[in-house]
């Protein structure tokens, strides 16, 4: 069985930095895009962040730009994200997705692998 596991995730406070790890399992992403998404409720997904299968690309959302640090270890089958400087506005559920392609980008329909998800809180 295929699963992504995220974690990291918690109460923080404004300007505080955050580390959230991805853990996969049942199979091996190494030659797969993997991507963050986050979520609010009434709102829909949005693309944070993307990483191609060996690192060589990304692809940043513009209100993470300068904020945000991405970065995968194939060997632990593990994807990464530091997000510092952190906003109130930050504050949703984010989700690891590996696609079945080695670079998908900001494509959500690409992403077939989701993990459930981990609470990120904000306060200011």
């Known amino acids: 069985q295929v699963q992504l596991v995220e974690s990291g995730g918690g109460l923080v406070q404004t300007g505080t930095t955050l580390r959230l790890s991805c853990a996969a399992s049942?199979?091996?992403?190494?030659?797969?895009?993997m991507a963050w998404f986050r979520q609010v409720p009434g709102k829909e997904r949005e693309f944070v962040v993307a990483?191609?299968?060996?690192?060589?690309?990304?692809n940043y959302a513009d209100f993470v730009k300068g904020r945000l640090t991405m970065s995968r270890d194939n060997a632990k089958n593990t994807l990464y994200l530091q997000l510092n400087s952190l906003k109130p506005e930050d504050t949703a559920v984010y989700y690891c997705?590996?696609?079945?392609?080695?670079?998908?980008?900001?494509?959500?329909?690409?992403?077939?692998?989701w993990g459930q998800g981990t609470q990120v809180t904000v306060s200011s």
């Open positions: 049942g199979r091996s992403f190494r030659f797969n895009s």
């Open positions: 990483i191609s299968w060996n690192g060589g690309s990304t």
């Open positions: 997705a590996a696609a079945d392609s080695p670079w998908a980008g900001a494509q959500v329909d690409a992403y077939h692998y």
